[in-house]
Each structure stands twice: as structure tokens, then as C-alpha cells.
């Protein structure tokens, strides 16, 4: 029996803590804060964090194969050169739309950049809905619209082998599964996966562990759900000290490690008293399960 540790370990806490991605050449764990409009770097070595500012909400942060990160950012994908603090813009999108900005993404297996737009929040995840959109961007700097309708575009992630495709949009309250082709990139035959029990809160980050199971971050549930995508069951619940449990990733020695994000932006006084580790990363040891490493943009 592995005994679960859940320690906080990055302390300083951010508005919404978000996106979070390990990387193994230095053990460090990147992560953004959207409204905070920050990435930041945090060392395991060192327990620094290093941070920079961006120009406007960021939604996600991914590492990039010829160096440096892209992120999904206000409406535009854009590069990221990190020695030199410097964004770069590489596409447009939702131009047809003024009150949108981008959400979570993720690289998929072939190196495409993922990410999802929603409307501005009036306050925490309420927004007008149908605004958001599903986009990936490709090496080649053009993006592709999956598909519109979406009310808060969040968590993703693929099947082992590739065949499917993993997706949140929160308000709908679950979690859905496509078609994924490879080849192309393409998503097709959207189903229901799991619907999100009334105290599971807002379904929110996601990722794919080593067994080809589901970590769910859940928004105002202070937890994290582990899935069984092909039963659609929950397997496991993991609780936090904090309500606003945003995403997660696996990380550490070998993947063993589960990194949790969370915000505090919207909590009055007296709940930021009650959870005064809101917006903190917390580390989840002991889960007996391994992740894998995350993809980088191939462009
Ligand atoms: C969004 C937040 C939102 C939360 C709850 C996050 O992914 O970025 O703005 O409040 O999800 O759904
Ligand atoms: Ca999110």
C-alpha cells in the first residue's frame, strides 16, 4: 500500500494558477497565471521561481522543440523566447470576436499546439456561453478551428495509442471523448465519457497517466478525479486543502509525482482565511502511478 502525500510546494500563490507542464532537463515545473498574466518556472533544485510577465490573460504555456515555449495568449498563439523575455506573435484567432480570449492547451503526440478559446469571464467561470472555439496551431504556423459552440474551453489530453482524443468544456459538466486521427489531426465522433457528480464542482485540467487513466482537476470541488475513460467510472478521489483546484500533471523522478495548480481569484476575505494556500501548487506523492513526459510544438 503506497501511502498518498499531498505537500504545498510552490508558495507563492497566484490569482489563477494554471497550465502546469514538467520539464525533465531541469526538474523544473512551468505553469501560468492567467489573470495574474505571468508564466513562471518553478526549480524543484532550488524552489525558486523565476517569472515574466505577458501583454494579457494567458490561458497556457507549452515547450517548444527549437527552444523556448509557445502559449495560447488574449487571442493570439504566440512564441515565447524565455532568455530574452520576449513574445513573439505567430497566429490570430476568434477575429471575428471581441470578448474571447484563449483557455488550457496542450501539444499532441505529433507536436500540434491544441488550445481552446471562451468568452471574459463577469466572475469566475461565468461567461457568455457558446463563444469559445477548439483551435490547434501546426509546424507550419496555420491553425485549424475544430469547432465553435464552446462554452469554457479547458482540459485536454490523448489515449496512449493515440486513437482518442480527451476534451473539458466545463460548464457542460463532463468529460468527452473523440476520434482522434493521427495522421491529420483531426477529432470526430464526440461522446459522453463521465458526468461530474453535483460535489465534484467544475471539471477543469486534465491529464493522461501511464496506465491510460485520467486526472481531473476540479474547480470548486478541491479535488482531483482519477477516470477510467474506457468504462467512463471513477476510480479515485484525491482531495486538496484548497477549493479552486484548476489542473494538473504528472512530474518528478520518473513521472511519479502529481502537480496540482489552484487560484484564489474570486474568494472573498474570509474564504482566502479559510484556505490560505489558495493559489498554491501542491505536489501529490504516493499515487503508485507514473505519467508520461509532455509533447513539444514541433514548429
Ligand atoms: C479558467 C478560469 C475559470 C475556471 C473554472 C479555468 O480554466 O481559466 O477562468 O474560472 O477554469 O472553470
Ligand atoms: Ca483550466
Redesign the pocket.
Known amino acids: 500500500m503506497s501511502s498518498i502525500k499531498v505537500e504545498c510546494v510552490v508558495k507563492e500563490p497566484n490569482e489563477?494558477g494554471?497550465g502546469p507542464v514538467w520539464e525533465e532537463k531541469d526538474a523544473t515545473l512551468l505553469y501560468v497565471d492567467?489573470?495574474g498574466q505571468r508564466i513562471s518556472r518553478w526549480s524543484s533544485l532550488t524552489t525558486q521561481t523565476e517569472s515574466m510577465s505577458t501583454e494579457t490573460f494567458v490561458?497556457c504555456v507549452v515547450p517548444r522543440r527549437s527552444g523556448g515555449y509557445m502559449i495560447g495568449e488574449g487571442t493570439r498563439f504566440a512564441a515565447v523566447d524565455w532568455q530574452k523575455r520576449s513574445i513573439t506573435t505567430i497566429a490570430h484567432v476568434d477575429t471575428d470576436k471581441s470578448k474571447t480570449r484563449f483557455?488550457?492547451g496542450k501539444v499532441d503526440p505529433a507536436g500540434r499546439f491544441f488550445a481552446g478559446t471562451?468568452g471574459l469571464?463577469v466572475r469566475?467561470?461565468e461567461v457568455e456561453k457558446k463563444q469559445g472555439s477548439l483551435y490547434s496551431l501546426q509546424a507550419d504556423h496555420s491553425v485549424i478551428k475544430h469547432f465553435d459552440q464552446v462554452d469554457?474551453s479547458?482540459g485536454m489530453d490523448w489515449s496512449l495509442d493515440h486513437r482518442y482524443f480527451y476534451y473539458i468544456d466545463?460548464?457542460k459538466y463532463m468529460l468527452e471523448a473523440f476520434d482522434y486521427d493521427m495522421q491529420t489531426g483531426a477529432i470526430s465522433n464526440r461522446r459522453t465519457v463521465y458526468r461530474l457528480e453535483k460535489d465534484e464542482g467544475?471539471p477543469?485540467?486534465m491529464c493522461i497517466d501511464a496506465e491510460g487513466k485520467l486526472w481531473m482537476a476540479c474547480?470548486?470541488g478541491g479535488r482531483v478525479l482519477r477516470i477510467d475513460p474506457q468504462t467512463g467510472t471513477r476510480l479515485q478521489t484525491v482531495k486538496l486543502p484548497v477549493a479552486?483546484t484548476?489542473?494538473c500533471c504528472f512530474g518528478g523522478k520518473d513521472y511519479t509525482d502529481l502537480y496540482v495548480t489552484s487560484?484564489y481569484?474570486?474568494m472573498d476575505e474570509e474564504a482566502r482565511a479559510q484556505q490560505p494556500q489558495a493559489g498554491c501548487i501542491f505536489r501529490v506523492s504516493g499515487l503508485g502511478v507514473k505519467g508520461i513526459p509532455p509533447n513539444s510544438f514541433a514548429g
Open positions: 489563477i494554471e492567467i489573470t490561458g483557455n488550457d471562451m469571464e469566475p467561470a469554457l479547458n466545463s460548464l467544475i477543469d485540467g474547480y470548486n479552486k484548476t489542473s487560484a481569484k474570486g
